[in-house]
């Protein structure tokens, strides 16, 4: 486990139940997956977001 995601996971152990994770950020108010939408998460008090890998489009094979 890399430094860094061992002092998210102690920070957000520090913190009170329950925990709010934002799926794709605040896909609600904002385009999913961008970084309005995780700004907005952070902004709204999401204590962690959760992002999907690998969203680029393929091209077929002509």
């Known amino acids: 486990m890399s430094l860094l995601r061992r002092r998210i996971v102690e920070e957000l152990k520090r913190r009170p139940r329950p925990l709010?994770?934002?799926?794709?950020?605040?896909?609600?108010?904002?385009?999913e997956n961008t970084?309005?939408?995780?700004?907005?998460?952070?902004?709204?008090?999401?204590?962690?977001?959760?992002?999907?890998?690998?969203?680029?489009?393929?091209l077929a094979a002509t």
């Open 20 to 31: 709010v994770m934002a799926h794709r950020g605040n896909a609600a108010q904002c385009p």
């Open 35 to 58: 970084l309005a939408a995780f700004r907005r998460a952070i902004a709204d008090g999401a204590d962690a977001i959760e992002t999907v890998r690998g969203m680029g489009y393929r």
